[in-house]
């Protein structure tokens, strides 16, 4: 069974990006959907309960960090990846709070993603 992704990030470059440097097939992933803030996301994970949701922590409306508590209250059983053009220590320790798997900066590095 195909896990699904949930890609959510403000800018349409970096969501295509991700599409594109994720190895869809060769991790048994598939993509449940893209979107550009955490209330689109939180709306979505409702719909199509995604398993891992990959987020930007800086957005319009419902940024990162909203979203992660949202995940974390609403379905602890979604993991999450943030990706970020900031080093910011509290961003990065709000994310180790939220569970995260990994905390990515940007540009990012398909390895590290993948792995």
């Known amino acids: ?3 699904k992704i949930l890609i959510v ?11 594109e440097m994720i190895e869809w097939k060769r991790l048994g992933l598939e993509l449940a959907g893209c979107v550009e ?11 199509k309960r995604p398993d891992i949701v990959i987020t930007d922590i800086r957005m319009p ?3 990162g960090m909203e979203l ?19 080093d910011t220590f509290s961003y990065v320790k709000h994310a180790m ?3 995260s798997l990994n905390y990515i900066l940007k540009p990012i590095d398909p390895g590290e993603l993948n792995a």
Do not use: F, H, W
Not at 37 to 47: Q, T, V, W, Y
Not at 71 to 76: A, C, K, N, R, V
């Open 97 to 99: 709070i939220a569970g």
């Open 61 to 63: 409306r419902k940024d």
């Open 68 to 86: 992660l508590t949202g995940l974390q209250e609403s379905y602890p059983e979604i993991q999450t990846i943030v990706v970020s053009a900031y």
């Open 1 to 3: 069974m195909l896990r």
């Open 9 to 19: 990030d403000d800018n349409p470059l970096i969501r295509m990006g991700l599409t």
């Open 37 to 47: 803030d955490g209330e689109e996301a939180l709306i979505l994970c409702g719909e």
